[in-house]
């Protein structure tokens, strides 16, 4: 059973904006963490952000911080990733996550369910 579908990516120009778009099943957004990480070719998972289940705290990766914000509306099972001043190594396939956890957890194993992924292309 798919518990989240994530969208939105396509390609922009450096300094472009995106918003990614995540939706997922009620149970996840009553109770877990949702995050989002990337991946870009030839390399490992990485953490971008996270954020608690009542939207009152959210932590991210330094290379992103101050230019994407995350953020969940609970009421209709959804999350966003609104990325502003794209740069060509944000270039990857992001991934919403979401963890059954009360801590902020940074690393893709922590996380229990996965969107099936939106390529994000910047270029310079």
């Known amino acids: 059973q798919v518990q989240l579908v994530d969208s939105g990516g396509g390609s922009v120009q450096t300094g472009g904006s995106l918003t990614l778009s995540c939706t997922g099943t009620?149970?996840?957004?009553?109770?877990?963490?949702v995050g989002w990480f990337r991946q870009a070719p030839g390399k490992e998972r990485e953490f971008v952000a996270t954020?608690?289940?009542?939207?009152?705290?959210?932590e991210y990766a330094d290379s992103v911080q101050g230019r994407f914000t995350i953020s969940r509306d609970n009421a209709k099972n959804t999350a966003s990733l609104q990325m502003n001043s794209l740069m060509p190594d944000d270039t990857a396939v992001y991934y919403c996550?979401?963890?059954?956890?009360?801590?902020?957890?940074?690393?893709?194993?922590?996380?229990?369910?996965w969107g099936q992924g939106t390529q994000v292309t910047v270029s310079s």
């Open positions: 954020i608690g289940r009542d939207d009152a705290r959210a």
């Open positions: 009620p149970r996840i957004f009553s109770s877990d963490l």
């Open positions: 996550a979401a963890a059954v956890s009360d801590s902020y957890p940074y690393t893709a194993g922590e996380y229990d369910y």
